[in-house]
């Protein structure tokens, strides 16, 4: 039992529904209702696998990493349960059947945008950018945006406006998201040599950085209702939701410590999840 936890844990379970959560919103603002059932399930079971495999060759390719950062040096492979050619295994078979799964019982464009966001996550973020620059999170946060054109593709067999939209406000949401984590972890990266903002430019300037990407995301939720993508409760919603999260990023700026950006990590998550649910019912009442 202790071996399969450790293959769970390997794949990223919390990421894994993070990302089923915004899959499942485009296929729900795509079908303007529930989409077949077998459909939602095939899409949501090839989507985790696919999300696992990503995440696993992940831990093989940052062992090293993880050895040296608190936060990660009990994963499986830094702690010598599973060696890194069981985890490549492990990740390589999850991905082909995720693949295989995603092109034969939803459809082909699904399969290969999921496929492209695998191969971004692990070629681009975490073998080049993670350790080349502090922007390795703004560019990589692409590869996690995603799976909403996964959704809104195995329902519609196109990408459309709506999951585009929530693929912007993802990519933007990402940098105030994860350097707030960072912000409290900086030491834990600076001992494993990850160019992470607060690390390399200081947390004067990760703040601010946080702040700015938060206006930006902000704006760019606003934009999708003169653009006619989302209606007026959505709006309502997003401008209540951004302005919440912009105070918890102006707080975290002022604060001295890091109870603001504990705050703004977890506020994150919960925005993101709120402006989904807030998306699909905007887009079902309209």
């Given amino acids: 039992m202790n071996t399969i936890a450790d293959y769970f844990e390997l794949a990223k379970p919390r990421i894994i529904v993070l990302l089923l959560i915004t899959t499942a919103a485009a ?4 079908a303007r209702g529930i989409p077949p059932l077998a459909l939602v399930f095939w899409t949501l079971l090839g989507g985790a696998l696919a999300a696992g495999s990503a995440g696993a060759l992940n831990c093989v390719l940052d062992a090293d990493i993880d050895r040296v950062m608190r936060r990660t ?6 702690q010598g349960r599973i060696s890194p050619v069981h ?5 390589v078979t999850l991905g082909v059947v995720a693949f295989a799964m995603l092109y034969l019982l939803v459809n082909p464009l699904a399969a290969w945008l999921s496929l492209g ?9 975490t073998m ?11 560019i990589g946060g692409a590869a996690g945006a995603v799976p909403p054109l996964v959704g809104w593709a195995a329902v519609t067999h196109q990408i459309g406006g709506p999951a585009l939209g929530l693929f912007a406000l993802i990519f933007l949401w990402t940098p105030p998201h994860f350097w707030s984590l960072a912000l ?18 200081g947390e004067e300037r990760t703040k601010r950085e946080i702040i700015y990407y938060t206006i930006l995301l902000v704006a760019a939720s606003l934009l999708l209702y003169p653009l006619h993508v989302m209606g007026t409760l959505y709006v309502a919603a997003a401008a209540v939701l951004g302005a919440i999260f912009l105070y918890d990023t102006i707080r975290t700026w002022k604060d001295a410590g890091t109870f ?21 019912i905007d887009r079902i009442l309209a």
């Fill in 73 to 78: 040096m009990d994963r499986p492979i830094p």
């Fill in 128 to 138: 080049w950018l993670k350790r080349a620059t502090p922007l390795n999170i703004v």
């Fill in 184 to 201: 409290m972890t900086e030491t834990d990266y600076a001992k494993a040599r990850v160019p992470m903002m607060p690390n390399v430019a």
């Fill in 117 to 125: 966001g695998n191969v971004f996550y692990v070629a681009i973020y």
């Fill in 27 to 30: 296929m729900l603002m795509a």
């Fill in 260 to 280: 603001w950006a504990r705050r703004t990590f977890k506020f994150s998550l919960l925005y993101l999840a709120l402006m989904c649910l807030v998306m699909v």
């Fill in 87 to 91: 985890a490549t295994i492990y990740a």
